[in-house]
Nanobody, 123 residues
Framework: QVQLVESGGGLVQAEGSLRLSCAAS????????MGWFRQSTGMERDFVAA????????ISAGSVKGRFTISRDNAKNTVYLQMNSLKPEDTAVYYC????????????????WGQGTQVTVSS
């Protein structure tokens, strides 16, 4: 497994931007596909975006397509989530996750999780 630590959350006004980072420990980060998920109070954990180990391939949820971009820097053991045009409904705790398998929108495929970072979007 890999250890993950998210950062970059906070309070932002609607239409604003934030960039989340997820730093991974270990020298095998480039072998992992990575994903971002989010969870609002009382709701299920939802898929946001995922990226392949190489960074060449990405997928994202329809609700964030065109606004959020996932990327990674394997030299820095870090995956990012650039969030633009934020909406109040984007308010949630955001988690990054790692899988040694293929990148996926299914949270059950991921076996390492960070502690989460809170994103709050005010209207």
């Amino acid at each position: 497994q890999v250890q993950l630590v998210e950062s970059g959350g906070g309070l932002v006004q609607a239409e604003g931007s934030l960039r989340l980072s997820c730093a991974a420990s270990g020298r095998t980060f480039s072998r992992y596909s990575m994903g971002w998920f989010r969870q609002s109070t009382g709701m299920e954990r939802d898929f946001v975006a995922a990226i392949s180990w190489s960074g060449v391939s990405t997928i994202s949820a329809g609700s964030v397509k065109g606004r959020f971009t996932i990327s990674r820097d394997n030299a820095k053991n870090t995956v990012y989530l650039q969030m633009n045009s934020l909406k109040p409904e984007d308010t949630a705790v955001y988690y990054c996750a790692a899988t040694s398998g293929a990148y996926s929108s299914d949270y059950k495929q991921y076996d390492s999780w960070g502690q989460g970072t809170q994103v709050t979007v005010s209207s």
